[in-house]
């Protein structure tokens, strides 16, 4: 399988359109909140609504073996909201002040308030999850929160870290994005009574993919455009986040090379250091090298396809997949 033209996201829901109307109104239905502060602050979290492409995978997948049910939209919309939970907590931890290009929650109302709508937001999809008639997704769910702030954890601990191997690299952004691309899907087959052995295969899809994603993600940060991107970048620089282009710079450069480029990162302004960076990156082959790995983990994530039913469905999972490797916000 190679990896084609991307379509775009409109296309790629538009099959489950009705079914995702459905999960915006559930999103509503668990959001809404009398108190003013509270509500306020939720209507603000809702102009950050973004590709909401997690939920059209727990449909997708649901699709592929049967009819789509209330559980799938509900399932949908409690992953959506755990990653809304994710956003406003990352923004906090980076600093960040734009997000869809409007202002963090953080930027808003100060880190107190963020952390606690954070809370608020997992604490909703947790009710919402044990409310569920089969308790495999709230079990489920709630052990995949716990992976998303482990992988934050491990970041945290290895910022500044230089040496930062790859392998530990791959193992932070496995856990905090892509188990949750892996949650959607699993979720979404097992609603619908998926085989085991088929749902596992999805999950190691939503894996790769969400690995990728995040790759992107990491590029992105060091040479996107903000204003197309519509966050703030330069976050990793300024944390000092050791990303896959980052790592891939380091181990080209030689040692008085790598030695400068590291004073540069600890002791320089982040916005100077990324135009400072831009040209190593380019020289190096470093942006190179790290979108030739997200495109080898697509091509790893098309070939765990290969054991499920080859519906509509599937191709639509693998043209989410070339979407996520094409996006360029």
């Given at each position: 399988m190679r990896v084609g033209t991307p379509v775009s996201l409109e296309a790629l829901t538009a099959s489950i359109r009705e079914d995702l109307e459905g999960v915006e109104h559930e999103i509503r239905r668990m959001l809404a909140v009398e108190q003013a502060p509270v509500r306020d602050l939720m209507e603000h979290i809702g102009r950050f609504s973004g590709k909401r492409l997690r939920p059209a995978l727990t449909l997708l997948a649901?699709?592929?073996?049967?009819?789509?049910?209330?559980a799938h939209r509900t399932v949908g919309a409690i992953v959506e909201i755990i990653h809304m939970a994710t956003l406003v907590h990352d923004d906090i931890l980076d600093e960040s002040r734009m997000r869809?290009?409007?202002?963090?929650?953080?930027?808003?109302?100060?880190?107190?308030?963020?952390?606690?709508?954070?809370?608020?937001?997992?604490?909703t999809a947790f009710k919402e999850a044990a409310a569920l008639e089969d308790r495999f997704p709230s079990r489920y769910l709630a052990e995949v929160v716990g992976v998303v702030c482990r992988g934050e954890i491990l970041q945290i601990h290895h910022r500044h870290d230089f040496e930062l191997s790859e392998a530990t690299y791959f193992r932070i952004i496995e856990d905090k994005t892509a188990a949750l691309y892996a949650a959607a899907l699993r979720c979404g087959a097992y609603l619908s009574g998926a085989p085991e052995e088929q749902r596992e295969a999805l999950a190691r899809f939503g894996m790769k993919m969400g690995s990728a994603f995040q790759v992107v993600d990491d590029i992105l940060d060091l040479v996107g455009d903000e204003d197309r991107v519509g966050k703030s970048l330069g976050t990793d620089l300024e944390k000092e986040k050791m990303t896959l282009p980052l790592l891939r710079l380091l181990r080209r450069l030689?040692?008085?090379?790598?030695?400068?480029?590291?004073?540069?990162?600890?002791?320089?302004e982040a916005e100077h250091v990324r135009e400072t960076l831009l040209p190593l990156l380019q020289e190096h082959g470093a942006i190179d090298s790290a979108r030739e790995t997200a495109r080898e983990l697509v091509q790893a994530a098309f070939a765990e396809l290969t054991i499920v039913p080859d519906t509509p469905e599937r191709t639509l999972l693998r043209q989410s997949a070339e979407y996520v490797l094409a996006r360029d916000r």
């Amino acid at each position: 399988m190679r990896v084609g033209t991307p379509v775009s996201l409109e296309a790629l829901t538009a099959s489950i359109r009705e079914d995702l109307e459905g999960v915006e109104h559930e999103i509503r239905r668990m959001l809404a909140v009398e108190q003013a502060p509270v509500r306020d602050l939720m209507e603000h979290i809702g102009r950050f609504s973004g590709k909401r492409l997690r939920p059209a995978l727990t449909l997708l997948a649901g699709r592929m073996f049967g009819e789509l049910t209330p559980a799938h939209r509900t399932v949908g919309a409690i992953v959506e909201i755990i990653h809304m939970a994710t956003l406003v907590h990352d923004d906090i931890l980076d600093e960040s002040r734009m997000r869809r290009r409007v202002e963090t929650v953080n930027e808003r109302v100060g880190n107190e308030t963020a952390v606690l709508l954070g809370d608020y937001l997992f604490a909703t999809a947790f009710k919402e999850a044990a409310a569920l008639e089969d308790r495999f997704p709230s079990r489920y769910l709630a052990e995949v929160v716990g992976v998303v702030c482990r992988g934050e954890i491990l970041q945290i601990h290895h910022r500044h870290d230089f040496e930062l191997s790859e392998a530990t690299y791959f193992r932070i952004i496995e856990d905090k994005t892509a188990a949750l691309y892996a949650a959607a899907l699993r979720c979404g087959a097992y609603l619908s009574g998926a085989p085991e052995e088929q749902r596992e295969a999805l999950a190691r899809f939503g894996m790769k993919m969400g690995s990728a994603f995040q790759v992107v993600d990491d590029i992105l940060d060091l040479v996107g455009d903000e204003d197309r991107v519509g966050k703030s970048l330069g976050t990793d620089l300024e944390k000092e986040k050791m990303t896959l282009p980052l790592l891939r710079l380091l181990r080209r450069l030689p040692q008085t090379g790598r030695e400068r480029l590291r004073r540069e990162i600890t002791e320089g302004e982040a916005e100077h250091v990324r135009e400072t960076l831009l040209p190593l990156l380019q020289e190096h082959g470093a942006i190179d090298s790290a979108r030739e790995t997200a495109r080898e983990l697509v091509q790893a994530a098309f070939a765990e396809l290969t054991i499920v039913p080859d519906t509509p469905e599937r191709t639509l999972l693998r043209q989410s997949a070339e979407y996520v490797l094409a996006r360029d916000r």
